[in-house]
Every structure is written in structure tokens, then in C-alpha cells.
Nanobody, 114 residues
């Protein structure tokens, strides 16, 4: 199993970024996919989760209305569109799936700063 994130970077407050996670090595369309993040000195936290068919979405309260998770099962890719970014969104963002074993990507740094 391999999860490879891309799309991180530096953005000003109020800006937008889209993260992508390309998955391989398992049947992507069968599994829930999630985005987590970890800020310096803090625990890793769930940001958003999407069901295998994309029909059920969950978000942590602090990102509701600003972030959107989506997936393209034909491309084995999950996305996180992040709008109206705030400095407190600064973190390393990780793609995750659990097939009976937890798998993590290498992480993508998102920095929100003026």
C-alpha cells in the first residue's frame, strides 16, 4: 500500500489550497479515506473522512464550511479542498486508510501565514 500526498505549500490567510493523495496497492474504491493533520507540539487529529462511494462525509467542526473532501475512484485519488485558510490550519496533513491495518502517507506541509 502506498499513499502519496501532494499540493501543500505556503498560503496567506484567506487563501486556498487543494491537497491530493494518490493511492495504490489496494482496492481503493472499497475503503474509507481520511485526512488527518498534526501541528507542531500537538496530537494528530482527524480533519475529514469520506465513505468508499463518496456518499458519507465527516468533518471536524473547525473546518466545516471551509474544507471539502472528495474522491475519484477511477483515479484512486482523494482530495482535500481547503478554502478560507487560517493560521491555525498550519500543520502537516496526512492521507490515511484502514484496510485492517492503518496506512499513512508521508505528509504534506501546509503553512498559513502572512
Amino acid at each position: 500500500v502506498q499513499l502519496v500526498e501532494s499540493g501543500g505549500g505556503l498560503v496567506q490567510p484567506g487563501g486556498s489550497l487543494r491537497l491530493s493523495c494518490a493511492a495504490s496497492g489496494f482496492t481503493f474504491s472499497r475503503y474509507v479515506m481520511s485526512w488527518y493533520r498534526q501541528a507542531p507540539g500537538k496530537e494528530r487529529e482527524l480533519v475529514a473522512r469520506i465513505a468508499p462511494t463518496g456518499g458519507s462525509l465527516n468533518y471536524r467542526d473547525s473546518v466545516k464550511g471551509r474544507f471539502t473532501i472528495s474522491r475519484d475512484n477511477a483515479k484512486n485519488t482523494v482530495y482535500l479542498q481547503m478554502n478560507s485558510l487560517k493560521p491555525e490550519d498550519t500543520a502537516v496533513y496526512f492521507c490515511n486508510t484502514n484496510t485492517g491495518y492503518q496506512y499513512w502517507g508521508q505528509g504534506a506541509q501546509v503553512t498559513v501565514s502572512s
